[in-house]
């Protein structure tokens, strides 16, 4: 990744760092504070390489840029807290599991003596219950409602 991103602390912004890194705060913290302070290219700081950065905190290049670009984009706060992590939509909720149970029940299609988990799976697509599904999702699904194929 090219070294796109200039990080320059003001003073107040330098005492906040050293603040972050000697009093208690967390690692991710105390990681993105240290790293910010040792890629300040400002008057008040010398300025290492960024391979250098990631190789003394444990951390890869690529978390160092991201960083960086996280302070010069959007500032010294966003740069130290960690991003929200967005909630997870479940897709495959009861109805999925009740029209996926219910097709297993049915009869096998032509030409085959029963239901195979692959069979379910392409046919809950085809059916356009969902859009796409592994195998292995069929098979969580129907053991968690304790269906059998046999």
Not at 63 to 75: N, S
Not at 79 to 95: T, W
Not at 100 to 127: M, N
């Amino acid at each position: 990744m090219a070294n796109r991103y200039k990080v320059t602390l003001t003073k107040a912004e330098r005492e906040q760092l050293t603040g972050q890194t000697r009093g208690k705060s967390t690692a991710a913290k105390f990681i993105h504070a240290r790293a910010l302070l040792l890629c300040d290219a400002g008057e008040f700081g010398d300025r290492w390489m960024v391979a250098d950065v990631a190789a003394a905190l444990g951390v890869t290049s690529r978390t160092i840029e991201h960083l960086k670009q996280r302070f010069v984009e959007e500032g010294l706060e966003a740069a130290l807290a960690r991003k929200p992590s967005k909630p997870r939509v479940p897709v495959f909720d009861g109805d999925f599991d009740a029209r996926l149970t219910a097709l297993a029940c049915s009869q096998a299609p032509k030409g085959f003596k029963r239901w195979t988990v692959r069979l379910l799976a392409d046919k809950v697509v085809e059916l356009k219950i969902i859009d796409s599904v592994s195998t292995m999702t069929i098979q969580r699904s129907l053991k968690k409602t304790n269906c059998v194929l046999t």
